[in-house]
């Protein structure tokens, strides 16, 4: 089997629903589109690593009508040329559309043995790795920063490890669902989603205290915090955990829970998720063991999540303080207009370049116009 070409094939399939739908707004930050587009490259050099025969050329990401998408086809090559069922991949991205199912070839493992051995060590270990990447991030992330270029630097460095380790990590889960679907046909990949199973804990919680209590209800529906001494405890201990959270959170530019408590007050707001219970039957006692693995690996990936997310916290903090800097020596119009430029953008302006009135008038447009488009699926 030849290695994959390095060049751009004609159907490339790239798809936005498929990895980024769940993390990111229906239009992420320009800021974050050109990040993410800069991280795809040290993404596929993971795979590399397992098997140097893989092309360098062909871009595992690239931006579309402003949102990031994935090459799937490229994915799926990857799993062809080692022989491995596409189905591995559409589940590890959650890519309902999986084209032309491909199953496993025993000719392509056999000479691939190497190359797969490196991948499964990856899988394998997914757990340790990751928990060993998050003091890694932690180092790399949270510290000052003294320029737009050091923090934009440290941030592709904690992105490319991010999607590595959660990539693994789904990667063990989609194994135990395909076991899963050979037992029974019925087994899909929806709840391979990220479920944030003990935030969702936590908040069904407070959910439960105020409904039991209508004048606290009648507080938040006007989005105010209600004074009442058992609330604040629930409130305090809630923001504590999970005010580095936020909605559509790999987006940098979107604020977190801290900074608009507003947004926290929408989330207790919202009705608590159906918990639908398995029927009791010999079928699913056979699959027991494997939903108690599958579901372990979930709060892993979840911890992993909710860790990392106090790196990207910090890291946004530390641009909207450069930000700052920015607007006195009049380059930025407001703080915020920083999401609103690429990565390269924001290293010129460590070299003293200020845009001017017209430029942000013609991102500003750009971007509206962006808005009105529909994201490739």
Same mark, same amino acid.
């Given at each position: 089997?030849?290695?994959?070409?390095?060049?751009?094939?004609? /159907?490339?399939?790239?798809?936005?629903?498929?990895?980024?739908?769940? $993390?990111?707004?229906?239009?992420?930050?320009?800021?974050?589109?050109?990040?993410?587009?800069?991280?795809?490259?040290?993404?596929?050099?993971?795979?590399?690593?397992?098997?140097?025969? !893989?092309?360098?050329?062909?871009?595992?990401?690239?931006?579309?009508?402003?949102?990031?998408?994935?090459?799937? $086809?490229?994915?799926?090559?990857?799993?062809?040329?080692?022989?491995?069922?596409?189905?591995?991949?559409?589940?590890?991205?959650?890519?309902?559309?999986? +084209?032309?199912?491909?199953?496993?070839?025993?000719?392509?493992?056999?000479?691939?043995?190497?190359?797969?051995?490196?991948? =499964?060590?990856?899988?394998?270990?997914?757990?340790?790795? &990751?928990?060993?990447?998050?003091?890694?991030?932690?180092?790399?992330?949270?510290?000052?920063?003294?320029?737009?270029?050091?923090?934009? &630097?440290?941030?592709?460095?904690?992105?490319?490890?991010? *999607?590595?380790?959660?990539?693994?990590?789904?990667?063990?889960? $989609?194994?135990?669902?395909?076991?899963?679907? &050979?037992?029974?046909?019925?087994?899909?990949?929806?709840?391979?989603?990220? !479920?944030?199973?003990?935030?969702?804990?936590?908040?069904?919680?407070?959910?439960?205290?105020?409904?039991? /209590?209508? $004048?606290?209800?009648?507080?938040?529906?006007? +989005?105010?915090?209600?004074?009442?001494?058992?609330?604040?405890?629930?409130?305090?201990?809630?923001?504590?955990?999970? =005010? /580095?959270?936020?909605?559509?959170?790999?987006?940098?530019?979107?604020?977190?829970?801290?900074? *608009?408590?507003?947004?926290?007050?929408?989330?207790?707001? *919202?009705?608590?998720?159906?918990?639908?219970?398995?029927?009791?039957?010999?079928?699913?006692?056979?699959?027991?063991?494997?939903?108690?693995?599958?579901?372990?690996? !979930?709060?892993?990936?979840?911890?992993?999540?909710?860790?990392?997310?106090?790196?990207?916290?910090?890291?946004?903090?530390?641009?909207?303080?450069?930000?700052? /800097? &920015?607007?006195?020596?009049?380059?930025?119009? *407001?703080?915020?207009?920083?999401?609103?430029?690429?990565?390269?953008?924001?290293?010129?302006?460590?070299?003293?370049?200020?845009?001017?009135?017209?430029?942000?008038?013609?991102?500003?447009?750009?971007?509206?116009?962006?808005?009105? %488009? %529909?994201?490739? %699926?």
């Amino acid at each position: 089997m030849c290695p994959l070409k390095n060049v751009m094939p004609r /159907h490339d399939r790239f798809g936005w629903r498929s990895y980024f739908h769940d $993390s990111l707004p229906a239009v992420p930050s320009w800021f974050m589109s050109s990040l993410i587009e800069s991280c795809g490259a040290g993404v596929f050099e993971h795979f590399r690593d397992c098997d140097p025969r !893989l092309p360098l050329t062909r871009p595992m990401i690239k931006v579309v009508s402003g949102r990031p998408i994935v090459n799937l $086809s490229l994915l799926n090559e990857v799993m062809r040329t080692w022989g491995l069922p596409i189905r591995l991949r559409a589940d590890t991205v959650a890519d309902d559309k999986v +084209g032309q199912a491909f199953g496993a070839n025993s000719g392509r493992l056999i000479r691939h043995l190497v190359p797969i051995f490196r991948f =499964g060590r990856a899988q394998w270990f997914a757990t340790r790795d &990751a928990r060993r990447a998050t003091s890694t991030l932690l180092q790399t992330g949270c510290r000052p920063f003294e320029s737009f270029g050091a923090a934009v &630097a440290a941030m592709q460095l904690v992105y490319v490890e991010k *999607t590595w380790r959660m990539f693994n990590l789904t990667g063990c889960i $989609s194994l135990l669902q395909s076991l899963r679907r &050979a037992i029974t046909p019925e087994a899909n990949g929806t709840h391979l989603r990220m !479920l944030n199973t003990f935030m969702e804990n936590d908040f069904d919680s407070v959910r439960a205290f105020i409904r039991s /209590h209508p $004048s606290v209800q009648r507080i938040l529906e006007v +989005g105010e915090i209600p004074q009442e001494l058992e609330f604040q405890d629930l409130w305090i201990v809630i923001m504590d955990r999970y =005010g /580095h959270r936020a909605v559509y959170e790999d987006d940098l530019a979107q604020p977190r829970y801290a900074e *608009t408590p507003k947004a926290l007050i929408a989330a207790l707001m *919202t009705p608590p998720r159906d918990r639908l219970r398995p029927r009791r039957t010999l079928l699913n006692r056979v699959l027991f063991p494997i939903e108690v693995q599958t579901r372990r690996l !979930l709060a892993e990936r979840e911890w992993f999540q909710h860790r990392t997310m106090v790196v990207f916290t910090h890291i946004r903090n530390e641009l909207l303080r450069l930000a700052d /800097h &920015a607007v006195l020596r009049g380059q930025l119009p *407001t703080r915020e207009a920083l999401w609103n430029l690429d990565i390269d953008e924001l290293r010129r302006l460590d070299q003293g370049w200020q845009p001017d009135e017209a430029f942000w008038k013609a991102r500003a447009a750009e971007i509206d116009r962006l808005a009105q %488009q %529909q994201p490739s %699926q």
